[in-house]
């Protein structure tokens, strides 16, 4: 696998401008340069988060301090229109992977951030009137251009990545699935098991189950587990995550300094095989068969 990635989780910007704590360009500033001291240096972004202007609050911060730009690594995803960015007459949410939308929505995501390159970028969705040749062209003069480093998707089924696949010159190196304990599915339908075939670097988004992980009896498994190991219960069904072949990279959402210093620290945690299956029946509410 070739993203290059080495962290312990990703930084969500879902939440960003939503925190009026971080609302400050001079304070999140601050707030990525502690990050980057800390070595978390991947922050994951989307041009629906905010409606945009989580991507233009990030930027905002990278203009009062461009020496965080040379240090920070972006994932980028784009290809959803959100209704409020539809100019049709329906204000529909709807999918647009046609070249000239991806084209500008990168060079959108460039200007909003402030920088002249990303890491990697995904498309979002799988768009079912997709011309796979069209959208591999301009994935592919993307990557030429210097504009990204690589190309990934999100939220794809096998059948629907590889056809693209087929088209591109360059490989499709990240894959962003929904992954947790509170969403094992892919793990038995085979769709995380087609993700490292074809030698893509998984990346787990709502890797906590948007909370759910710690409610009803997964809760209090976790709960209980958690005290055991002596680690948070977030800790440990990010724990969970990793103990998975691939090693497949969560996106955390907090922004709470206190809150990620703790899942930094307990990114190492190691769990046995007993303890992984514990968690994994009582997240499926069924006994391993």
Known sequence: MTSGFDTPFLLGMMRLSDSPSLSDPRTLADWIEARLDEGLTWFDHADTYGDRRCEALF???????P???????TVAKAGVVLPGRDTSRFGVKHYDTSPAYLGQAIDGILSRLGVEHLDHFLV???DPLMDVS???HV???AIAAGKVGAVGISNFLPEQWRRLQQAMTSPLVVNQLELSLAHPASLFN?????VLSDGHQPIARSSLGGGSVFEDVLGTAIERMAKELQISHAGLALAWLRR???QPVPVIGTLKDNRIHELAREGRVDLDRPTWFALLEEARSQRVG
């Not at 930027?59 to 301090?65: N, Q, V």
């Not at 020496?67 to 690594?73: E, T, V």
């Not at 085979?190 to 087609?194: C, F, I, K, Q």
């Open 67 to 73: 020496a965080l730009k040379s240090r920070i690594h």
């Open 190 to 194: 085979g769709l995380y098991d087609a």
């Open 139 to 141: 994935l592919d003069t």
């Open 134 to 136: 069209a959208t591999a």
């Open 59 to 65: 930027g905002e911060a990278l203009a009062l301090r």
């Open 124 to 126: 979002q969705r799988p």
């Open 244 to 246: 998975l072949p691939g």
